[in-house]
């Protein structure tokens, strides 16, 4: 078992490369794997960085720019010639001789060096891989494809809805060029919204005629104002349904952006106690993690903070229990065993977990596989596939 790219176990051989498989997932965009990938190795990593450069702010930047680059070139991985962990290794590696060379210093980074990073590197490092592309990227390049094809899709229906006959009209043809001038032009429109309030009056309250040009009384009858054509009438209603149509669109923007921010804030105040515990350990001063590969299989990664009085475990790719089985948590402070929960693992992705039990600073965190319900003594009663030390120095 190795703890944060430390000794590898059996499961780091070319059989079993579970550092590859997690780079083959990165090069496909996924995020969480990438996370994985930096809970294992970096540890390692900043130790080598860390030993070249020999200054802290400079180690942390280096860190950073380094796994950007396993981000972006995930894809030059080849699972079929390479290995994932002496990959990654040797990137990290190269940045540390470069940011070495930069600093004057003459110095070859030790393979064996291992150092904890601070904790909010990590939340920083995931925040910006989100907009940080990745070269040949099938993912991207997907989503690219997918972007344009919505796009095209989108013109097309706009042109179909706004362009096209609205539901109600005639069959009789629109000329070329009718339709536009009709919206268009004002006077065109005034002159038909007239003329059809006109034909809606009852001849015996129609108003005299006042326009220019109207006959005096008594003087021969001027001629009928004439009806709206079809084609008049079916601007007017275009116009009208369109009009229509943009309100509609707008309104409905509206209620799923307000929607989508409810659901939002929503999220955000009823976020899982474990989830809210893991950041107040990722925000504060002390807080620290390490990551390991499970004896059983899977990935687990313990985050504590001494000063908040708390840990956390995250899990991903548990072993498959039987239905009498259960994961419990574990403390040992001095030699003597603390229950602190039973982990009900995720249906899917990771499995967040906070301890029951207060955490204080040099506790071991363990996981055991116990009957249902926990031990049936006040020690673990099973082997554990997870240990994590946290005593520093």
Do not use: C
Not at 191 to 209: I, K, M, N, S, V
Not at 337 to 351: D, W, Y
């Amino acid at each position: 078992m190795a703890i944060d790219g430390g000794v590898p176990s059996a499961r780091d051989s070319a059989a079993a490369d579970h550092v590859g498989e997690l780079l083959v997932r990165v090069a496909d965009g996924d995020q969480r794997a990438f996370a994985r990938v930096y809970d294992l190795l970096s540890r390692r990593a900043y130790g080598v960085i860390l030993s070249a450069v020999g200054e802290p702010a400079t180690s942390e930047a280096t860190l950073q720019e380094a796994f950007l680059e396993v981000w972006r070139t995930a894809s030059s991985f080849d699972p079929s010639r390479e290995v994932g962990r002496p990959w990654v290794l040797g990137l990290v590696q190269r940045r540390a001789l470069a940011a070495a060379a930069e600093r004057g210093e003459d110095a070859t980074p030790g393979p064996e060096g291992d150092a904890a990073p601070p904790l909010g590197l990590r939340s920083r490092l995931l925040a910006r891989i989100s907009d940080a592309p990745q070269a040949g990227s099938a993912a991207a390049q997907t989503r690219a494809a997918r972007r344009a094809a919505a796009a095209t899709a989108g013109a097309g229906e706009t042109g179909a809805t706004i362009g096209g006959t609205p539901p109600g009209d005639g069959a009789e043809p629109t000329a070329p060029g009718a339709e536009a001038a009709a919206t268009e032009d004002p006077a065109t429109e005034v002159t038909a919204t007239g003329a059809a309030a006109a034909l809606l009056t009852p001849a015996a309250t129609r108003p005299a005629a006042t326009h220019p040009g109207a006959a005096a009384p008594g003087a021969s009858a001027p001629a009928l104002e004439p009806a709206p054509t079809t084609t008049v009438m079916q601007a007017i209603e275009r116009r009208n349904w369109t009009q229509g149509l943009l309100i509609l669109a707008a309104a409905l923007v509206g209620l799923t952006v307000l929607g989508f921010a409810s659901v939002t804030v929503n999220e955000y105040l009823n976020r899982p106690e474990a989830v809210q515990a893991l950041e107040r350990i990722e925000a504060s001063d002390d807080g620290r993690s390490a990551t390991t590969e499970l004896t059983e299989g899977g990935i687990a990664t313990a985050y504590w903070s001494a000063a908040e009085g708390e840990a956390v475990v995250v899990t991903e790719d548990l072993p498959t229990l039987t239905s009498d089985q259960d994961f419990e948590l574990w403390l040992f402070r001095e030699g003597a065993a603390i229950r602190a929960g039973i982990v009900e693992p995720a249906t899917t992705g990771e499995t967040v977990a906070l301890l029951d039990a207060r955490y204080q600073d040099g506790d071991e965190i363990q996981i055991t596989i116990e009957p249902a319900g926990g031990s049936p003594e006040d020690v673990p009663s099973g082997t554990p596939i997870f240990v994590v030390p946290t005593a520093t120095g």
